[in-house]
């Protein structure tokens, strides 16, 4: 094989590895153990193909989802299909939020922080007091590294382990709904649900949609489309 055909199959074979660890993009370890990192990935695979498609735009779905410790360090990053790249920031920063702003007496998920932080709303301007870190917007950065960020609409809840938080899970890829609907499942799927109160009815910190043609008050959320499910 001559020296230029050798250099044209590296590049390819380097190119399909480089997508292969975008794609997956898996970290670990952190102050989570390693097998509750992969129990919690390996739901999402299972959760993006369920056949209601998670009242989302996409069918199955096209997802981002991270994992951070308690301390706000990026464990894991990973994606099913072709997730839009902006969302992996996003990930990370509802799996942030989410974590950030819940604890051992209240678990508020990203999702019930959306009507507070409106104009007007008693934690209105909690978006700017996180911001992300802009050197860890390449694939493949943040690892063990706190990137911080602020989202404030569904997509991210916090994992709870013997009543303490361990850490946050975050979703994006789809509508922001459709993100709550998929990760509020993976988490109760891999058993970190057990959460001491909530919000939402039940005392959960499931998403709670706003009437339609209302405004969203307290801890609701609008709907994103009539597809939108309540998992």
Not at 112 to 140: K, M, V
Not at 187 to 210: E, L, W
Request: glycine fraction near 12%; charged fraction near 10%.
């Amino acid at each position: 094989m001559s020296i230029k055909r050798r250099f044209a199959w590296a590049a390819v074979i380097g190119a399909i590895s480089c997508g292969h660890a975008i794609a997956n993009n898996l970290y670990y370890p952190c102050a989570i153990a390693e097998n509750t990192v992969l129990q919690l990935q390996a739901q999402l695979d299972f959760v993006v193909k369920l056949p209601d498609a998670n009242g989302g735009i996409f069918k199955p779905n096209r997802m981002w989802s991270a994992i951070v410790d308690r301390q706000g360090k990026l464990c894991s990053v990973t994606s099913v299909g072709d997730a839009w790249p902006g969302s992996r920031a996003i990930a990370i920063a509802k799996a942030g939020t989410a974590n950030d702003f819940s604890n051992s007496a209240l678990a508020l998920s990203t999702a019930n922080l959306y009507a507070p932080t409106q104009p007007g709303g008693s934690l209105y301007g909690l978006n700017n007091s996180n911001p992300f870190n802009p050197d860890y917007l390449e694939i493949g950065g943040g690892h063990s590294q706190v990137p911080g960020g602020i989202i404030t609409f569904g997509g991210g809840v916090a994992l709870y382990l013997n009543g303490n938080v361990i850490g946050g899970l975050g979703v994006s890829g789809d509508s922001s709904c459709a993100d709550h609907a998929i990760a509020y499942p993976m988490r109760a799927r891999s058993g970190f649900d057990q959460i001491p109160k909530g919000v939402a009815p039940g005392d959960t910190d499931n998403i709670i949609y706003a009437a339609a043609g209302t405004s969203p008050t307290g801890f609701e959320h609008p709907h994103c489309f009539p597809s939108d499910i309540t998992p």
